[in-house]
């Protein structure tokens, strides 16, 4: 069980996770989130469940996950950020999840506009970030996050595209650990993201994906394009080229690689 307690005794940061909800099922960790924001819930509270009824992933999926195999949590984001930076967030979050991952286990994390983590080029995190805003300043942020730890089985609809680190791994992994690496680690990129310019993030995520030079498909609200992923823009967009060379900047949508 993801207690609240053991979670709270295992956790060294500074600010995040000094206040911790723990579920053994909720709808949803960033709907939970999303009501603490009228009880003015401290600057890095943790929510965290074993099972989602309702988990919700990008492009209003649904986001499948075994009870106690995973990791599902959100973590709400109190600080102040300029959209520019605010655009930023879900580069922080990959990068915080990747470096934990990469430190408690044998994987190799790949990164995959805009904010997915692969293994072996199939999925095994994913997160969802949703913003509050006053005057182009993002106030609060939730940042809810989905990985897939130690569930070794799959819906047939996805199995081809999903994994898990259990399964580049001799043993089940330890999920309070995982969990409390990636809130130090996000810590420490949120820093990054207070002091530095945008672009060392940027530059961070970009040499951990293999995207950029490939054909991709490209899915958005009006339909489906294809084109070739050319680079980041400075504020995180995606630029993409298409058959006849022309470029343009995407800041939402799905990347199909190939």
């Known amino acids: 069980m993801m207690n609240a307690e053991l979670i709270g005794q295992s956790l060294n940061t500074r600010a995040l996770g000094k206040k911790i909800y723990s579920f053994e099922t909720l709808d949803s960790t960033n709907t939970f989130a999303r009501k603490l924001f009228d009880e003015d819930s401290p600057h890095g509270t943790l929510v965290v469940a074993e099972e989602q009824t309702a988990g919700r992933g990008r492009q209003g999926r649904r986001?499948?996950?075994?009870?106690?195999?995973?990791?599902?949590?959100?973590?709400v984001l109190r600080t102040p950020f300029i959209q520019e930076r605010a655009r930023i967030l879900p580069f922080v979050g990959a990068l915080a999840a990747a470096d934990a991952v990469e430190q408690l286990t044998h994987c190799s994390v790949e990164c995959k506009w805009p904010n997915d983590l692969l293994i072996d080029k199939r999925k095994f995190a994913g997160m969802l970030i949703e913003a509050v805003t006053q005057n182009d300043v993002v106030t609060s942020v939730i940042m809810g996050v989905g990985i897939n730890v130690n569930q070794r089985e799959f819906p047939d609809e996805i199995k081809s595209k999903a994994t898990s680190l259990a399964e580049h791994e001799e043993n089940d992994i330890d999920r309070i650990q995982l969990l409390c690496r990636i809130m130090e680690e996000l810590e420490q990129r949120l820093e990054q993201l207070r002091q530095f310019s945008p672009q060392v993030l940027l530059d961070d995520w970009k040499r951990r994906t293999t995207m950029f030079g490939s054909r991709i498909t490209l899915t958005e609200q009006a339909g489906q394009s294809s084109g070739k992923a050319i680079d980041l823009a400075t504020n995180g967009a995606l630029i993409i080229e298409n058959e006849t060379g022309i470029r343009r900047e995407i800041f939402a949508g799905d990347v199909t690689l190939g």
């Open 63 to 75: 986001w499948q996950a075994q009870k106690g195999k995973n990791l599902l949590f959100s973590v």
